[in-house]
């Protein structure tokens, strides 16, 4: 039988190939450090993980974001290096939280004073307000291209969504950050311009209004109203009305979701449309 080192445990993938587990216990709390395919791996990500917490500080006055002094050579995010430990990134952000503020969260989270920071590495790094705490210990942040996308009922859900801000949406004319910081999606840092497929908010002599517009072989403008619940309505109408006529264009339909069924019909009957549209044939 093999003697293996404190925290280090050994079992048997299902084709009988050995490896070797690594966990830890901080506070009464009992931690995984992931599996490894030699004991001393296992025993290095033990020892790691151990020294992280080993230099805690005064727990006792601690706060989330607020910074004791620390020792010589006190690890931080930054200081994570793939070639002096086998931890993974998100383990070793998960061990630093648990050290400074005394919260275990699952992810490569960092709890900060009313907001929390998402590492998706050390040079990409997500702010969120502190109520999504609980989404994004339980949904993983990933990236494609320039998007953020958590899996969500088996589908990749873009985090925009989440903030109102739907698919079709163009960064700097439908939205925009408030503080310029495109990584920081704490309440009211995004600002909403455009909720609506096919509306654009536009200003003249001062005031604004809303203009719909429609792609048929190029756009064309359906309309321009006073309010925007009117314009994504008017765009509905002449989505449907381009299908009666015989387009097969599959367009988006806008879902208003603050008025009632029978207040979106009555609208619907009232609005005007142009009548480019309503004689528009394939």
């Known amino acids: 039988m093999t003697n293996n080192p404190p925290g280090v445990f050994s079992a048997k993938k299902k084709d009988g190939t050995p490896y070797f587990r690594a966990s830890i216990t901080y506070k009464g709390k009992h931690i995984s450090l992931g599996s490894f395919n030699d004991n001393a791996s296992a025993n290095a990500a033990y020892n790691t993980a151990s020294a992280i917490l080993g230099r805690t500080g005064d727990q006792n006055d601690r706060k989330p974001g607020i910074s004791n002094s620390i020792p010589d050579k006190h690890e931080t995010i930054l200081s994570y290096d793939t070639a002096?430990?086998?931890?993974?990134?998100?383990?070793?952000?998960?061990?630093?939280?648990?050290?400074?503020?005394?919260?275990?969260?699952?992810?490569?989270?960092?709890?900060?004073?009313?907001?929390?920071?998402?590492?998706?590495?050390?040079?990409?790094?997500?702010?969120?307000?502190?109520?999504?705490?609980?989404?994004?210990?339980?949904?993983?942040?990933?990236?494609?291209?320039?998007?953020?996308?958590?899996?969500?009922?088996?589908?990749?859900?873009?985090?925009?969504?989440?903030?109102?801000?739907?698919?079709?949406?163009?960064?700097?004319?439908?939205?925009?950050?408030?503080?310029?910081?495109?990584?920081?999606?704490?309440?009211?840092?995004?600002?909403?311009?455009?909720?609506?497929?096919?509306?654009?908010?536009?200003?003249?002599?001062?005031?604004?209004y809303f203009t719909a517009r429609i792609h048929v072989n190029g756009d064309m403008i359906v309309g321009r109203y006073e309010e925007e619940a009117d314009a994504a309505i008017a765009y509905n109408k002449a989505a449907d009305t381009l299908r009666a006529n015989g387009f097969t264009i599959n367009y988006v339909s806008n879902y208003i979701d603050d008025i009632s069924d029978a207040e979106y019909h009555i609208r619907y009957d009232k609005i005007k449309i142009s009548k480019r549209i309503k004689s528009a044939r394939p």
């Open 84 to 208: 002096d430990t086998p931890l993974s990134f998100t383990k070793w952000v998960m061990l630093i939280n648990l050290r400074d503020n005394g919260i275990y969260c699952r992810g490569p989270i960092y709890l900060r004073m009313r907001y929390f920071e998402y590492y998706l590495d050390q040079k990409t790094v997500l702010r969120f307000s502190a109520d999504e705490l609980f989404y994004y210990t339980y949904h993983a942040i990933q990236r494609r291209g320039g998007h953020f996308f958590v899996p969500d009922y088996g589908s990749q859900l873009n985090i925009l969504n989440r903030y109102g801000i739907p698919s079709h949406a163009v960064k700097k004319r439908d939205y925009y950050f408030r503080n310029g910081d495109e990584f920081d999606f704490r309440a009211g840092n995004i600002v909403i311009v455009n909720r609506y497929h096919g509306v654009l908010r536009e200003t003249r002599r001062g005031k604004p």
